[in-house]
T-cell receptor
Framework: SQQGEEDPQALSIQEGENATMNCSYK?????LQWYRQNSGRGLVHLIL?????REKHSGRLRVTLDTSKKSSSLLITASRAADTASYFC??????????FGPGTRLSVLP | DAGITQSPRYKITETGRQVTLMCHQT?????MFWYRQDLGHGLRLIYY???????DKGEVPDGYVVSRSKTENFPLTLESATRSQTSVYFC???????????FGPGTRLTVL
């Protein structure tokens, strides 16, 4: 299986609810990044968390990292229809070597 | 305009033909990358480059060739296209260190 794997594969919620996506990985990392991809578009960087950090916030986004469990979570609070997209975690193995998971498809229903 | 551009955005070709996908960035980033995106696989790295004239293989390099004679350009060539190379191709760039990847809009390639 892949270095980074998101869970769940798909998530459907109502507007205003929180969305949580998880990412598990296998090897040691320098940092972990989350990206968003709207349908038919390129990926957009959301947030980076270093290996020595445990939690990071950016607006409605909260990312946690547990290096002992080799896992990360992305929480989107008070979701909006515009948050509908695919979300990917990318693990940085060093030397700009990024490995992406298959992604979580989030649908936010109005 | 500043950013990263890819051309063409859509391409249909036939098995056995040579195809070149272009990527141009205006940030003078040292690193450039080519990924392919297929359902169920996420993004897989084909090739990357740390600087002009320095390229290295990624996870799925077979059937592809890259070059980087100038910092801003990183073309990807399929020397003899196969149906398995039907995919969406993304170019990205970044600075060294804790820099995020900045992606282009993608090229949707269909090999018949």
């Amino acid at each position: 299986s892949q270095q980074g794997e998101e869970d769940p594969q798909a998530l459907s919620i109502q507007e205003g609810e929180n969305a949580t996506m998880n990412c598990s990985y296998k090897t040691s990392i320098n940092n972990l990044q989350w990206y968003r991809q709207n349908s038919g578009r390129g990926l957009v960087h959301l947030i980076l968390i270093r290996s020595n950090e445990r939690e990071k916030h950016s607006g409605r986004l909260r990312v946690t990292l547990d290096t002992s469990k080799k896992s990360s979570s992305l929480l989107i609070t008070a979701s909006r229809a515009a948050d509908t997209a695919s979300y990917f975690c990318a693990t940085d193995l060093g030397g700009q070597n990024f490995v992406f998971g298959p992604g979580t498809r989030l649908s936010v229903l109005p | 305009d500043a950013g990263i551009t890819q051309s063409p955005r859509y391409k249909i070709t036939e098995t056995g033909r040579q195809v070149t996908l272009m990527c141009h960035q205006t940030w003078s980033h040292s690193y450039m990358f080519w990924y392919r995106q297929d359902l169920g696989h996420g993004l897989r790295l084909i090739y990357y480059s740390a600087a002009a004239d320095i390229t290295d293989k990624g996870e799925v390099p077979d059937g592809y060739v890259v070059s980087r004679s100038k910092t801003e350009n990183f073309p990807l060539t399929l020397e003899s296209a196969t149906r398995s190379q039907t995919s969406v191709y993304f170019c990205a760039s970044s600075d060294a260190g804790l820099a995020p990847l900045l992606f282009g809009p993608g090229t949707r390639l269909t090999v018949l």
